[in-house]
T-cell receptor, first 114, second 114 residues
Framework: DGGITQSPKYLFRKEGQNVTLSCEQN?????MYWYRQDPGQGLRLIYY???????QKGDIAEGYSVSREKKESFPLTVTSAQKNPTAFYLC?????????????FGAGSRLTVL | DQQVKQNSPSLSVQEGRISILNCDYT??????FLWYKKYPAEGPTFLIS?????DKNEDGRFTVFLNKSAKHLSLHIVPSQPGDSAVYFCAASARETSYDKVIFGPGTSLSVIP
């Protein structure tokens, strides 16, 4: 079955540590996105990538970094510079030419900073 | 400044009755609107969409209405079922350069009471 796999599902981190969230897709989609969900704030865009080796900042990129070395993979690193990293992180992808602007989401990763 | 607003954080409806979820947007450049449904600890799933050239789109029990002049859209679910209990996100899309930027509202939590 095609889809998006995020890991780990739950992650705990001490303050000052960097942590990397994995996102893999087998949908052959060109574009991949990272969103963050906080209560009452909907989904906010962190980073997105349209093609391999290219990515752009979203609305809340500070304290995060990404890479896109392969079409299938778009890992997100939450650095120690992110002031409030505890959140639910969602990875998504979108296929080119679908004409529908429909994002397909993974199941999410919940990060808790202790 | 939220570009997509869902002013009702929660809504309770009796099973079998109609659920109406509302969404307002501020950016007149949005040309595609989507509704996503989300269960706890899962990623959102696409429900229904509407292009700005239409004012209504129907898919089974779900209908989305768009009023461009008022920058308002609504999702109607009829009849409502207990399995519809979830958080519903309204999203809007605009083509920027060569990618599709999707902005989400804060969500409305729907409870369908048996």
């Amino acid at each position: 079955d095609g889809g998006i796999t995020q890991s780990p599902k739950y992650l705990f981190r001490k303050e000052g540590q960097n942590v990397t969230l994995s996102c893999e897709q087998n949908l052959n989609h060109d574009a991949m996105y990272w969103y963050r969900q906080d209560p009452g704030q909907g989904l906010r865009l962190i980073y997105y990538s349209q093609i391999v080796n290219d990515f752009q900042k979203g609305d809340i990129a500070e304290g995060y970094s990404v890479s896109r070395e392969k079409k299938e993979s778009f890992p997100l690193t939450v650095t120690s510079a992110q002031k409030n990293p505890t959140a639910f992180y969602l990875c998504a992808s979108m296929g080119r030419g679908t004409g529908a602007n429909v994002l397909t989401f993974g199941a999410g990763s919940r990060l808790t900073v202790l | 400044d939220q570009q997509v607003k869902q002013n009702s954080p929660s809504l309770s409806v009796q099973e079998g009755r109609i659920s109406i979820l509302n969404c307002d947007y501020t950016n007149s450049m949005f040309d595609y609107f989507l509704w996503y449904k989300k269960y706890p600890a899962e990623g959102p799933t696409f429900l229904i969409s509407i292009s700005s050239i239409k004012d209504k789109n129907e898919d089974g029990r779900f209908t989305v209405f768009l009023n461009k002049s008022a920058k308002h859209l609504s999702l109607h679910i009829v009849p409502s079922q207990p399995g519809d209990s979830a958080v519903y996100f309204c999203a809007a899309s605009a083509r920027e350069t060569s990618y599709d930027k999707v902005i989400f509202g804060p969500g409305t939590s729907l409870s369908v009471i048996p």
